[in-house]
């Protein structure tokens, strides 16, 4: 055990041992999060922060266990990864879990229940060009036992705030962006200049490459001027 929350009559003392030396004092108040992690992230951003499921995989054997990812949504960024597996002997926590489909923090509010919180390990690294910051841990309360792995992408999100999540939400636009235009057909492609001219000399469509439609049609246009000339 890596944590240590203390309190008396006078005072209240929350020891974090084992973490990395450059831990931020936002990154401390994120790793001692006690099943409100979404609350805290949501107060940070001050944006609603939203629970995606990866997957669930469950188990109806007695004592009830799920396997479970999600992910911590914030502007259409993943601000969090966590990976649980939780037990379950409770039926009121079955129900509320299970049925009602309560994420694991909001579970624990629902039925009133602070957990007992164990963090396990800390671990800071760098992954694809990105700090990342992830924490194991358990919570824990009478018929409901979760065993955590929450994994923060990238800890400048602790650091700039808003402006990390606008400058991530403008990449991906502009990623989506460049794919869009990768992935047009060459005879859509706009064109800068006046209408093109095709080999022959008749012009196509204003600001489009020539298609072959544009081709087969102005040849059966030719060919039947020539036949009324003929004709006359």
Same mark, same amino acid.
């Given at each position: 055990?890596?944590?240590?929350d ?5 005072s209240?003392?929350?020891?974090l041992?084992c ?8 990154? =401390?108040?994120?790793?001692? *999060?006690?099943?409100?992690?979404q ?39 993943i ?9 379950i ?5 079955? =129900? ?16 009133m =229940? ?9 671990q ?13 841990y ?21 650091? =700039?705030?808003?402006? !990390? ?14 794919k ?7 005879w ?5 200049g006046?209408?093109n ?5 008749? *012009? ?15 040849? !059966?246009?030719?060919?039947l ?8």
């Open positions: 055990m890596i944590s240590k203390s309190f008396n009559s006078a209240t003392h929350v020891e041992s973490i990395p030396e450059d831990t931020t004092g936002l990154e =401390r108040i994120m790793l001692a *999060a006690q099943g409100d992690l609350r805290l992230m949501s107060s940070f951003f001050s944006r609603p922060i939203f629970i995606e499921l990866a997957y669930a995989n469950g188990s109806p054997r007695h004592p009830v266990t799920q396997s479970r990812q999600v992910h911590l949504v914030c502007a259409s960024r601000v969090c990864t966590a990976t649980s597996k939780v037990t002997t409770n039926p009121d926590f079955e =129900r509320v879990f299970l049925d009602e489909k309560y994420p694991i923090g909001q579970t624990f509010r629902k039925m =229940r602070h957990p007992q919180f164990t963090l396990l390990d800390v800071a690294q760098v992954v694809g060009g990105k700090r990342e910051l992830r924490r194991t358990t919570l824990e309360t009478d018929g409901f036992l979760c065993e955590i792995l929450e994994v923060f992408p990238d800890r400048d999100m602790f650091v =700039r705030g808003e402006a !990390w999540l606008t400058e991530s939400k403008l990449e991906l636009e502009q990623s989506h962006t460049v869009s235009q990768d992935t047009k057909p060459w859509l492609s706009v064109g800068k006046k209408g001219t095709l080999p022959w000399g008749f *012009a196509c469509t204003y600001g489009l490459e020539p298609s072959p439609l544009v081709y087969y049609h102005d040849i !059966w246009f030719v060919s001027y020539l036949l009324l000339l003929y004709l006359i």
